[in-house]
């Protein structure tokens, strides 16, 4: 649990985890330049992440590594609209520029995909073997609550608390995507993919 208020630590980069369970995070500034600061939020203050800094924060992959029915919210607020900049994205590093048709693993949250449309996918094999939920692009410049739930043998995703789509064939949890060893907040995995360029606050993994 992110409340996205401030840093923490010697060098201010540290995201601590409100939930006891000690899954902090770590803030980073890629191109060098600032990436990421705290500002007015949905509650109090939010992280804000600049893609000019490629800005993001670096999450425990333990954390994911055996979930199974889960869910993960969050406040979202779009400054500049991308298609594939991420909300959320974890899984099995590949280290490429872009996606593979198979191959690739991973559980990915994007605002706007190629085809303009708020999307979750999960994959254990390539974007061909992709589970998806999707429905319309969230709005630049308006504070959005999203939420994936992963349980009860489907997928259902929600924005300010109203199911906008559901899926019984998505089956595929993080438990099935391997030996997780990232998971990033405002980052994808390929590196041609967009740096988020906008807002978080109350960030909750359940």
């Known amino acids: 649990y992110y409340t996205c208020e ?78 594939w900049q991420r909300v959320f994205d974890l899984g099995v590093n590949a280290r490429l520029a872009n996606n593979t048709s198979t ?44 939420a994936v739930v992963l349980g009860s043998g489907q997928g259902s995703l929600y924005v300010d608390g109203a199911s906008v789509s559901s899926n019984p064939g998505l089956t595929l949890r993080p438990n099935d995507l391997g030996a997780i060893d990232y998971a990033y907040l405002g980052k994808s995995q390929f590196s041609a993919d967009a740096y988020f360029d906008g807002k978080f606050d109350e960030f909750r993994v359940y």
């Open 103 to 146: 191959g690739t693993h991973y559980m990915n949250l994007v605002p706007q995909n190629g085809s303009t449309s708020l999307a979750f996918y999960i994959t254990q094999n390539g974007y061909g073997a992709e589970q998806m939920l999707s429905s319309g692009a969230l709005v630049v410049g308006v504070w959005k609550h999203v």
């Open 6 to 83: 401030s840093a923490s630590g010697a060098a201010g980069d540290i995201l601590l985890d409100s939930s006891g369970k000690n899954n902090n995070g770590t803030l980073v500034s890629a191109s060098g330049s600032t990436g990421y600061s705290f500002s007015a939020g949905k509650v109090g203050k939010a992280l804000t992440l600049a893609k000019a800094g490629s800005g993001y924060l670096s999450m425990p992959p333990a954390a994911f590594a055996n979930l199974k029915d889960m869910t993960v919210a969050t406040w979202v607020y779009v400054t500049t609209s991308q298609n």
